[in-house]
């Protein structure tokens, strides 16, 4: 639109010099060959006779010069070489100019070729050009001053003018009209495209989600963007493979760690007992039987104890295999809470009657079984234990939110909460919330978890219905 304006103006004003230009100088033409003409007319008058200035040339002509004035169209007015006036097709009376201005007569008389004089007539309202010329006979002699007033009407090229800016005017508001409808055409497709790239741009995480690189086909502006982001997608693929295997590994090597300080400890009593026995050892003794039989059990609890640690190691190692089903969540939690309920202190709260889910149940009653024993374990002795868990099905999620008002975990140790072999309990493996958030991503859930020490815990749980 700004261009289109400042168009209108420049294309406006050009205009008007081109427009007034030519006008002047078709006025120049049409009053050169008047002139011509009329200086023509007047020596074919004058040459058939060897014409003195004065009277005689008054006696020719003023029979004549209204012939001449009726062919040329134009008024004829002569003066003698004094500039007085001699004859013309008007009457005395009419002729406004009875003598030429004395500078304007020298420069006539001085000059062989036609003198103009421009001015401005102010009882026609319009710019006049006199021009002179002298006048010869046969002889080449002068015998008279030739005047031909020549008016410019302004308004010819006043009005073509208007009616060329009213053309202009048209024009370039059609042109507006045409640059706003192709302007909105042009910003809708490209804020189409350019949202389009926005949102799958605003979808690119690092963890939880495939990032899938861009589809466009088009060669324009925006796919050297579409290029790089492609490039970068690649790039982030290959730098998560690393990380990945870079944790994988961290994780196993603190694994091993927690399994070799694990089996270590029942070890040490199961060699201290052996050499105390052995050192002891007597076959007369009358008890035996009894010392053998206590070794062998105290032995079973520490073999039972390295059995179990080989077990949870194994358990994090390799999730079992799944085996997705539909059924309804809250009733599965429903029957989760009763069985953990007996101290009647666990409340279960839902917004729908209905959650329909898709997910491996068994996966499901670990998940949840491990959270509501943990909260049940976090008990504080100041008051009464209370563990509330409220369901929430919106826009296809499942936010599950378990809360408990006991001891809390200090801020030092909640970054470490999912760590493989962190746990703020005496006794376990530090497995369990490991385990939790593995299954959890495994249905590309997501597991947060605030706490305040010494007012308790809340762990959210957002997982897809997948239905």
Known sequence: MVVCFFSIIGSTAMSYLIIKKSTDEQSVTEMQ?????LMKTLDYAVSHTNITQGKDLVNILQNEIYEISDINKHDVILYDLQGNYLVSNK??????????????????????????????????????????????????????????????????????????????????LFLILLSIWLSWVISKNLTKTITRISELITRTTLFGREMKPIKYFQN??????????????????????????????????????????EVKNPLTPMKLLIQNFERKFDKNDPEIDQKVRNLSRSLVDQIDLVATVASAFSEFAKLPPKNDESFNLKEELENLVRVFNDDGNIYFHANKDMMPVRMDRIYLSRIFTNMITNAKQAVSEQRKSIINIDAELFNKKIIIVIEDNGIGIPKDKLEQIFEPNFTTKNSGMGLGLTMVKKMIEEYKGEISVKSEEGKGTKFTIILPTNV
């Open 220 to 261: 324009d502006e925006l796919s050297g963007l579409v290029k790089s982001y492609n490039k970068m997608i690649y790039q982030i693929e290959d730098q998560k493979m690393l990380l990945a295997n870079k944790e994988r590994e961290e994780a196993w090597r603190e694994m091993a760690k927690q399994v070799a300080h």
């Open 33 to 37: 060959n008047k002139f011509e003409a």
């Open 91 to 172: 009457e005395l009376n009419l002729v406004a100019q009875k003598k030429i201005p004395h500078e304007t007569l020298m420069n006539v008389l001085e000059s062989d070729k036609r003198v103009d004089v421009q001015e401005y007539d102010q009882k026609v309202g319009s710019n006049v050009t006199s021009s002179y010329m002298i006048l010869r006979n046969n002889m080449l002699e002068p015998i008279a001053i030739v005047y031909f007033p020549f008016y410019h009407n302004d308004n010819i090229y006043a009005g073509a003018f208007n009616k060329y800016v009213q053309y202009i005017i048209l024009v370039n």
